[in-house]
DNA sequence: CGGTATCCTTCTCGATACTG
DNA sequence: CAGTATCGAGAAGGATACCG
């Protein structure tokens, strides 16, 4: 073993790799994720549930993690509209990676914290 | 246990927290993590071994890592100037979360490339 | 070698207004 | 309820030039 690291062992899909992530690890998915790994919820519950997230954003989040195959629209009801969004199989493998990142950065926030204060200070 | 979710379990930190996940798993950083995690690099080395990292975003990245406490700068000579990135021991607490993300994503592309195609083609 | 400074373009994101 | 459309400010990101 030579390779200096996952990506670098194959140039050919890195860079799919990497949007790949980008595109459900992004500011707002990961906690739309967190949401509908618990149960499906609808538009505004989702948005009510993830404070600061704004219709578009959130849209555009749904949107993309829908593309990605990781959750699944479902129009519960025509009128009153009604949509559902709930998290698909393929969505529910990155279950535990949501879980672990959730809990790293919990638990390690304060030290985090700390070495920013020593950062700024010396700078 | 009423929560829907660790984020919403805590409406305090939660700015915190998906601040510190996004500084850390952005675009670049995650490949730089994966880089380091085997061995200390110096700047053009990591550039070289991060296929399309930009000078300006390389050391973006590992400006915002070091002030995260994920990664020590080692100035190992000054002339002629040569600087090396290590991991801390802060940061080796990622490994297994970024090697588990890496590992996601290469195993599950294919289904995501399909995924992306039935969404492309029904619209 | 390992950056910083500057310009400039692109993309993101919030606010607002409107729709089926 | 669950969005779409549009606009404008600001941040991100590449290209280039220069510095210790």
Redesign the interface.
Known sequence: MQE?????SD?Q??????E???QV?D?WS??VL??L???PLRFNALRR????VTQKSLTAALRRL????MVERVIASSRPLAVEYRITP?GK??QD?V????????V??P??????E???DEA
Chains 1, 2 share one sequence.
């Open positions: 200096t690291g996952h990506l670098a140039g899909i890195t860079g799919a790799h990497r790949l992530l980008d690890l500011k990961l906690q967190d949401q790994c618990e149960q549930a993830i404070p600061l829908e593309r990605n195959g393929l493998t990155l990676l879980d672990a990142l959730l809990r790293w950065s919990t390690n926030l030290s985090v914290q700390r070495a920013r020593r950062f700024d």
